[in-house]
């Protein structure tokens, strides 16, 4: 999305009309929808800055951005190498605490950019022009001091403004970017926002006692990230601590030397469960990985340490019940009294890859879109062809998760014995938990298969409650932010199957 030129933009008064030149100016994707009062506060901006400033009719802004992925919106936006220029537009019957409020906010998001902020808001019915002060308050404005700000950009930036938002600078994992994390160098989105204040809201209605409370989603809805956060929050007052059930994290151990108000546990510290001190609250992440036991044992602790308790847990509706067996999710949301959230927006990966892993899983999902762009699949009929294209696709920057559960089991009963290297510059998908990598490439072996409704099974040596084969590679797939690649070993009918997806034509058609 380019700058457009608001004084051109306001000589045409009909909203339909604006809304198509504005996007033929900025290249936006979709016409905007405009409204009739934000049209004529629009004009009088421009108007009143024009009367003022000989230059104003040349300026361009970028009109109406929105964050990619936050859903944060800018109503004006200047922006050159030292500063960005904020300007919000109201018609009127706006309270100063909303716009304050409004305008701190949007100094929390910009702030990303490093650069000097200037933050504005004109109230059109009343003409009344204010401004955010450095020390966060709302003060009245004079016309001469925006004129001022705007004569002091040069060379403005003219490019597509989401080159500068980059998702990666503000959604991070805590145990990827443990650096960023504790130097609280990322956003929340607004779902994200609601479900903690209402988290809180909950604990605090309870008085800090033991109550339970929980928020599940797809992988990629920002639940790790929301976990710490409140977890943080918390942890100003009193001691908290973090059970993580996933692999063993480095991350962890950094966030643990640095938090002192937070002890975070993994698997192994909870079993000898020989924890003695108390906290104040407890959370668990990666809780779709609990067993009974576990389950047990921390809501002793809870109880005895009078203690809220917080899920973190992924859904995996997509797979097969008989494949889940039992998963963390379905105990967590058997605990009574649990009040339980759902997070919706997908803030990692990007729908068309969203839309893939879930029609992998089931192929009669209504998950299917007309075409995956970003999707590759290969078929290897024996062992050297498989390793060559693994190595392949790694060469291509491609971020190998390999299960240690698969047998890599053959029709023939054949195992596949891949080249060690390929394993030492992967990731083991239980390792591969709460990362995510631009494009992954994981691998399907003669053990999989659809069963009469549509949904991806497994067999093989283990079938008992251990045997994760789908349900690591659904969570494996959903590492992707970008790409995904699947190789496809001795398994044709598989094979068939995903080709239709992404060919919308069976291949046995002749």
């Known amino acids: 999305m380019r700058p457009v030129n608001i004084y051109a933009l306001t000589r045409i008064e009909d909203p339909f009309r604006i ?10 994707r979709s016409l905007m929808k405009v409204k009739q009062w934000e049209t004529e506060g629009l004009k009088k901006f421009s108007d009143c800055l024009s009367e003022r400033m000989k230059s104003a009719p040349e300026l361009k802004f970028y009109y109406s951005f929105v964050m990619p992925k936050l859903g944060k919106e800018f109503d004006l936006l200047r922006i050159d190498r030292e500063s960005v220029v904020n300007v919000e537009l109201k ?12 305008l701190i906010q949007n100094r929390y998001y910009l702030s990303l950019l490093g ?28 016309w001469e001091e925006l004129v001022q700000v705007f004569e002091k950009q040069t060379d403005c930036y003219c490019g597509e403004i989401e080159d500068l938002f980059k998702e990666e600078k503000y959604l991070i994992s805590p145990l990827s970017h443990p650096n960023r994390f504790l130097r609280q160098e990322y956003f929340l989105t607004a779902q994200q926002t609601d479900i903690k204040n209402k988290i809180l809201r909950q604990i605090r209605k309870e008085g800090g006692r033991q109550s339970v409370q929980g928020f599940t989603g797809l992988p990629g809805t920002g639940k790790t990230i929301l976990l710490y956060d409140i977890a943080m929050l918390l942890s100003w007052k009193s001691s908290v601590c973090v059970f993580h059930l996933g692999s063993k994290e480095e991350g962890l151990k950094r966030l643990d030397q640095r938090l002192k108000r937070i002890d975070f546990y993994d698997r192994e510290a909870l079993e000898k469960d020989r924890i003695y001190k108390k906290y104040s609250a407890v959370f668990v992440d990666e809780g779709h990985r609990i067993d009974q036991e576990r389950m047990e044992q921390i809501l002793r602790y809870a109880g005895e340490w009078d203690a809220p308790v917080i899920f973190s847990y992924d859904r995996e509706d997509a797979i097969a019940d008989e494949e889940r067996r039992q998963s963390g999710a379905e105990r967590i949301e058997q605990i009574p009294g649990l009040i339980s959230y759902r997070l919706t927006n997908r803030i990692r990966m990007n729908r068309e890859l969203s839309s893939f892993i879930r029609s992998v899983m089931c192929t009669r999902s209504k998950n299917h879109r007309q075409d995956y762009p970003s999707v590759s699949i290969a078929y290897a009929g024996d062992e050297k062809d498989a390793q060559r294209l693994l190595l392949n696709y790694q060469k291509d920057g491609y971020q190998y998760i390999w299960d240690a559960h698969l047998r890599f089991y053959t029709g023939a009963g054949n195992d596949l014995r891949c080249d060690r290297t390929l394993e030492e510059n992967g990731i083991e998908v239980m390792e591969a938990t709460c990362k995510e990598y631009e494009k992954v490439v994981m691998m399907l072996d003669a053990s999989f298969f659809y069963d009469e409704n549509g949904y991806m099974r497994s067999v093989g040596e283990d079938t008992g409650e251990n045997d994760y084969r789908v349900r690591n590679l659904f969570h494996g797939l959903s590492r992707a932010k970008n790409k ?17 997806l992404l060919q919308r034509v ?3 058609a002749k």
């Open 19 to 28: 809304a198509g030149l504005e996007r033929q100016m900025s290249g936006r």
């Open 91 to 102: 018609s009127g019957n706006v309270s100063d605490d909303a716009i304050k409020k409004q």
């Open 115 to 142: 650069k000097t902020m200037y933050f504005f808001t004109f109230i059109s019915k009343a003409n009344r022009l204010v401004r955010l002060s450095h020390a966060g308050r709302l003060v009245e404005a004079r």
């Open 484 to 500: 995904i690649a699947l190789v496809v070993y001795d398994n044709i009918e598989v094979f068939d199957e995903l080709l239709y």
């Open 506 to 508: 069976s291949p046995a």
